[in-house]
């Protein structure tokens, strides 16, 4: 009885401390995520910059939440984070794809051009 006299106390205690773990397996794939569309330009487009930056704030946010103990809105915000760097990612590819069309399609004016005269 003794024992568990003092057990209360100090789960009670250790719950009120907080601190409960980032899931480290999302944080990683957000942040690969991440790299991955900066290194293909997302921080220059304005729209993937944008969903560039709401993915590292939610990180942040998530990082917070999971140190105050709630784990379950930290790991909502790192799925929302992902879904922000993906996306920042396939808008920066595309607006490469866009832009290698579009000299692509300069290059053939050109050509026709030159082959007119």
């Known amino acids: 009885m ?5 057990c209360i ?3 009670l205690a250790a719950a009120a401390c907080g601190g409960g773990q980032l899931n480290q397996n999302k944080a990683t794939n957000v942040q690969a995520a ?7 330009g997302a921080k220059d487009q304005p729209k993937a910059s944008l969903h ?14 999971a140190a105050d103990g709630d784990e379950s809105s930290a790991n909502l915000l790192l799925e929302r984070a992902q879904v ?4 920042a990612l396939q808008l920066a590819r595309t607006e490469q794809e866009q832009q290698n069309a579009q000299k692509a ?3 053939i004016r050109e050509i026709k051009q030159e082959s007119a005269r």
């Not at 003794?2 to 003092?6: F, G, Q, R």
């Not at 590292?56 to 939440?65: D, G, L, P, T």
């Open 2 to 6: 003794n024992a568990y006299k003092w």
């Open 9 to 11: 106390p100090l789960c």
């Open 34 to 40: 991440v790299m991955a569309a900066e290194q293909v």
């Open 52 to 65: 560039l930056q709401l993915a590292r704030e939610q990180v942040e946010e998530a990082r917070k939440r």
């Open 84 to 87: 922000d760097a993906e996306l």
């Open 105 to 107: 399609w300069e290059k």
